[in-house]
Structure formats: C-alpha cells, structure tokens
C-alpha cells in the first residue's frame, strides 16, 4: 500500500513538471524486469512510475544515495544501490546484496527497473549495454527452475527539453519478451548466455528509442519530421503533435541518415547545410515548434484569437492567485537546483525533488498559517484551493506559451513576407530531396 501512495504521488508530480505520454503494450502481470534507456537520471524511473501502472523498485548507482535529497527520495522509493567500480572498487562486493534483493522482488512477482546502460547520459544514443539486467534475468529464472515466468520489459523515454518546466516526455513500452528460451545456453554457459540476452535487450531497446550518430545529426532528423509531416498534411503547421507520434517518423529519418552517411556522404552533407540554412530563417520568425505556414488564413486567425484571449481570461484570476501563493517555492526551485549540478542530465532531477519538498512544506506552512490567524473553515479552503490554484497556474502557462509563440510568428509573417516565401522554397526543395532520397533507399536497402 505504502509503495502505490508513493508510486502515484510521484507520478503526480511527475506528470506536472512535464508532459508525459505513454504509448505501447501494457505492463505484464507477474514478475516483471524493465529495462529502460538513461537520459535523465532520477527522473527516468519516476516517469516509469507514471506510465507504468504498477510499481516497481528501480536500481540506481550507490553514490546517489548518499546524497541528501536525491538519496532520500530514492529510499523512499524502495531503490536498490549498483556499486560501480568507477565509483568505488572497494564497494563493488556489496552488489551480490543488490542482485540478491532485486530477484527476492521479482520471486515475489514485483517489478524491477533497471537502466543497462549503467549511467545517466545526454548523447543522442543509447550507449553500451551491460550485462547487470540479463544476469540477474537470468539468475532469477535459474533459481525458480526456469519456471517464473519472468518478462523483460523495455521502456524508451524520449525527451523534448529535459532540463524545463513543462518540457515533454514519451514512455514508449515495447513487446514485452521470456527469457526461459535461454534455459540451454544458461546451463552450458552461463557467460554466453548473458551476452546474448543482453544483445537481444539491446535489439528491444534500440526499437523504442532513437539513435543518431551526434546532436547536428538528431537536430536534422527533429527539422526533417517536423518539416515533412507539414508538408504531407499529416500535421497542421502551427500543430502540436505528441513526441509519440513523431518518434516512429523520426526513426525513420534517422535510419535513412545512416544509410546515407555510408552510401553518399557528400549528399549528407549538403542536406546538412540545406537544413542549417532553413534553420537560421526560421529562428527569424521564432517557430521552435511546428512551421511557419505558407499564408495565413484572416478569419482563421481572428476566430483563433478571439478562442484563446478568452480561455486564458477566464483563467487567468485562479492562476494569478497560483503564481502569487506559489512564487516563493517556485522560485526556490528554479533557482537553487543548478547549485547542485551543471550537468544537463541532472538539472531537472534536481529541480523536481527540490519542489517535492519545498512546495508540500510551503503547503503546510499556509494551512497552518490560516489555521492559527483565521481559523478552521479557511484553513480548509486555503488546503483545497492552493492545488487548484496551482494547476489553474500550470494549464494558463501551457497556454500562453503556445499562443505567445503562435502570434510572434504570425506578426513577423507581416513583418518579413519575403522570408516567408524563401522558407516555402526552402520546404519545397527538402522535401524533393527526401522525396528522392527515399526513392534511393528502397531500391537500395
């Protein structure tokens, strides 16, 4: 009971500071060991705590531990320590109790995550896999007689803006797969057979994540998409679609750049730089997100305006009081984590648990408040009203990003109607080119 309420209050929280989508195949029943990619440290398993719909004990590196605020909210969590040899050789011994502890989990039928990659990372790829997951797979089957029916999960997480405050977030859960095929190889070799588990985690992995060669390479694959699926009308210009919808295209385009890269380089490049170009135009409008459209339609636009003025009107009195009553945890949050850490894969762990503590004391802090000046009936309505108020705040913000970005474009349309057709010459020469390209591709696979 203790592992749901602390499973659903941080995916709560979670689920607040980003976006999260979930796609994929649901969460066995049963003993099951996850297997997810390691982009951004403690916020990977709490994202898998949202998405996964059961609770699960996730294994992270020992020197996280001992520190105050993450460590404490991993205990909480019921994290298992990995003693790595590059933290502390000395330690490394002590791994036979975290092996032990995480099969004891999975012959109780519980779900165990676990990060192969060994490491929270921001490269653009999954990094080498290591053996721990297939060993202790494996083990754990061994032990029961090849009879627990044990399933190895594998969860992509793919992030936009990681290190922010409503950036987004996909949980992609593969097909979920046995291990006790491995049962011969396991009795024969039991090195072999890890190794060979641990290729085929890889293999699942690598279908629900993407990969690309460095940052220059994911930042023509996220154009490429973006671009693409505009100009086929799969997606309105100034649309949002979710991370999940994109994330099989984007694969796509990345696999194309790979076959690419080793058949006509020179051609890589030069879409590079179409791309490069098509780029630095468009940061003159300021479309971070979705495309600068063709021509814009009057009464689409006014009929738009008029929409979200008053949305965010009739919001606006609740989440003013939000960002009143909130400002100072708030500002806590964003300015005291990157004390902590300058590394882009950790700045948002930071932020989050830094707000797991400071927003419920400062909670706390009004109710009491109220309590002892006012009295109960008002401390009741400051208890229940401070979470409205705040998620009041949260949706008005989501909101006016949107629309703030939406009418700067639109205005520097007026502004630049020049530079409006050159991004339509632009669009209409890169996808000829991918036209072409993909033409290639299937004749030559």
Not at 15 to 34: C, T
Not at 170 to 194: I, K, M, N, P
Not at 297 to 323: D, E, H, K, W
Not at 346 to 360: C, E, G, N, R
């Amino acid at each position: 009971m203790i592992a749901g309420i602390v499973t659903r209050l941080v995916g709560w929280a979670v689920s607040i500071f980003y976006d999260v989508e979930r796609r994929g195949s649901v969460l066995p029943e049963g003993p099951v060991l996850i297997t997810a990619n390691h982009p951004n440290a403690l916020i990977d398993p709490l994202v898998v705590f949202q998405t996964a719909g059961r609770p699960s004990r996730p294994l992270a590196k020992a020197p996280l531990f001992d520190q105050l605020i993450v460590g404490t909210a991993l205990r909480a969590l019921g994290g298992l320590p990995v003693y790595r040899k590059q933290d502390d050789p000395e330690l490394m011994h002590l791994n036979d109790r975290t092996f032990d502890a995480a099969i004891d989990a999975l012959h109780a039928g519980s779900a165990v995550q676990i990060y192969p990659e060994g490491q929270s990372h921001s490269e653009p790829s999954l990094t080498p896999i290591r053996t721990g997951a297939a060993r202790i797979a494996l083990l754990a089957e061994a032990l029961r007689d090849w009879e627990l029916g044990l399933s190895v999960q594998p969860v992509g997480l793919t992030y936009i803006q990681k290190d922010l405050f409503r950036g987004r977030v996909v949980a992609t859960f593969g097909s979920a797969f046995s291990v006790a095929d491995l049962r011969e190889h396991y009795e024969q070799d039991e090195r072999a057979a890890s190794r060979i588990l641990t290729d085929r985690i890889q293999k699942h992995l690598e279908e629900v994540t993407l990969n690309v060669e460095d940052h220059e390479e994911l930042e023509l694959v996220d154009v490429a998409d973006r671009l693409y699926a505009r100009a086929k009308k799969l997606v309105g210009y100034r649309e949002r679609d979710g991370i999940g919808d994109r994330l099989p295209r984007m694969q796509a385009f990345a696999e194309g750049v790979r076959w690419l890269r080793t058949e006509d380089p020179e051609r890589l490049e030069y879409l590079k730089e179409l791309i490069r170009r098509y780029l630095r135009l468009l940061t003159l409008f300021g479309a971070s997100e979705g495309d600068v459209p063709p021509r814009y339609n009057s009464g689409m636009v006014i009929g738009y305006s008029l929409r979200q003025l008053f949305i965010l009107l009739v919001v606006f009195p609740l989440a003013f009081l939000g960002g009143v009553t909130w400002l100072i945890p708030f500002s806590l949050t964003r300015y005291v984590s990157p004390r902590f850490s300058l590394q882009l894969d950790q700045i948002a762990t930071y932020k989050l648990v830094i707000a797991m503590i400071a927003f419920p004391i400062w909670w706390i802090t009004l109710c009491l408040m109220a309590y002892l000046f006012v009295g109960l009936q008002s401390s009741l309505i400051v208890a229940f009203g401070l979470p409205i108020s705040g998620l009041a705040l949260v949706a008005w913000h989501d909101r006016q990003m949107q629309v703030r970005q939406d009418v700067l474009v639109f205005l520097r349309t007026l502004r630049y109607p020049r530079g409006q057709d050159r991004l339509t010459e632009y669009r209409r020469e890169l996808v000829q080119e991918f036209d072409q390209l993909m033409e290639a591709w299937k004749r030559n696979p």
